[in-house]
């Protein structure tokens, strides 16, 4: 079956790093998206890999590796305006993103 | 400003009722979605149109029906609403197979 395995929680600090994982296994693969979705509000769109590789925007970074199933999100220079929830999305053989319940991370002063 | 209207953003409904999620994009984008999301499970696929006059089944369709008379309207009907259905339900749109989503705001709803 196709799936997406993230952490449910995470908690750092104000001015910190913090790296976000995502694993999947999915039906053929076309890429891996990542959100940020703050309380009550719609998803916004983040990062979009399909090659190895690490790529940078700002604070936001985000990795893949196609041949461990894997990729994660990294935010520095924590703010607490980046409180909020992460969601991994794959894009599978017939181009549907299969998506991961999402990594809430809170940020401590 | 261009994107993704969806209406009503919040409503309560009575079980057995009938309800119609409402959902217009002015980006032109060929394929939309319907999802419900939950807590902790993530956003589920209802049901989504690739283009114009087609539709699919999502993960989670049944309960639900769909219809894409043009390439803006994506509306979302409950035929009989039950308390199962409470979520919150998020229309989205995109470009191209990998193209990014853009979603609705929302529409909360709830099934008494």
């Known amino acids: 079956g196709q799936n997406i395995d993230q952490p449910t929680e995470m908690t750092a600090t104000e001015g910190a790093i913090v790296q976000i994982n995502c694993t999947y296994q999915t039906s053929g693969f076309n890429g891996l998206f990542w959100y940020q979705q703050h309380a009550g509000e719609a998803p916004t769109f983040l990062s979009y890999?399909?090659l190895d590789g690490l790529e940078e925007k700002g604070r936001f970074s985000s990795f893949l590796s196609r041949s461990k199933g894997y990729s994660y999100l990294l935010l520095k220079e924590l703010q607490m305006k980046d409180s909020a929830s992460y969601l991994c999305a794959a894009l599978d053989s017939n181009y549907q993103l299969i998506w991961g319940a999402g990594t809430k991370l809170i940020i401590k002063p | 400003i261009a994107g993704i209207t969806q209406a009503p953003t919040s409503q309560i409904l009575a079980a057995g009722r009938r309800m119609t999620l409402r959902c217009t994009q002015d980006m032109r984008h060929n394929a939309m979605y319907w999802y419900r999301q939950d807590l902790g499970l993530g956003l589920r696929l209802i049901h989504y149109s690739n283009t114009a006059g087609t539709t699919g089944k999502g993960e989670v369709p049944d309960g639900y029906s769909v219809s894409r008379a043009n390439t803006d309207d994506f509306p979302l009907t409950l035929a009989s609403a039950v308390p199962s259905q409470t979520s919150v339900y998020f229309c989205?749109?995109?470009?191209?197979?990998?193209?990014?989503?853009?979603f609705g705001e929302g529409s909360r709803l709830t099934v008494l």
């Open positions: 989205a749109s995109r470009t191209g197979d990998t193209g990014e989503l853009f």
């Open positions: 890999n399909v």
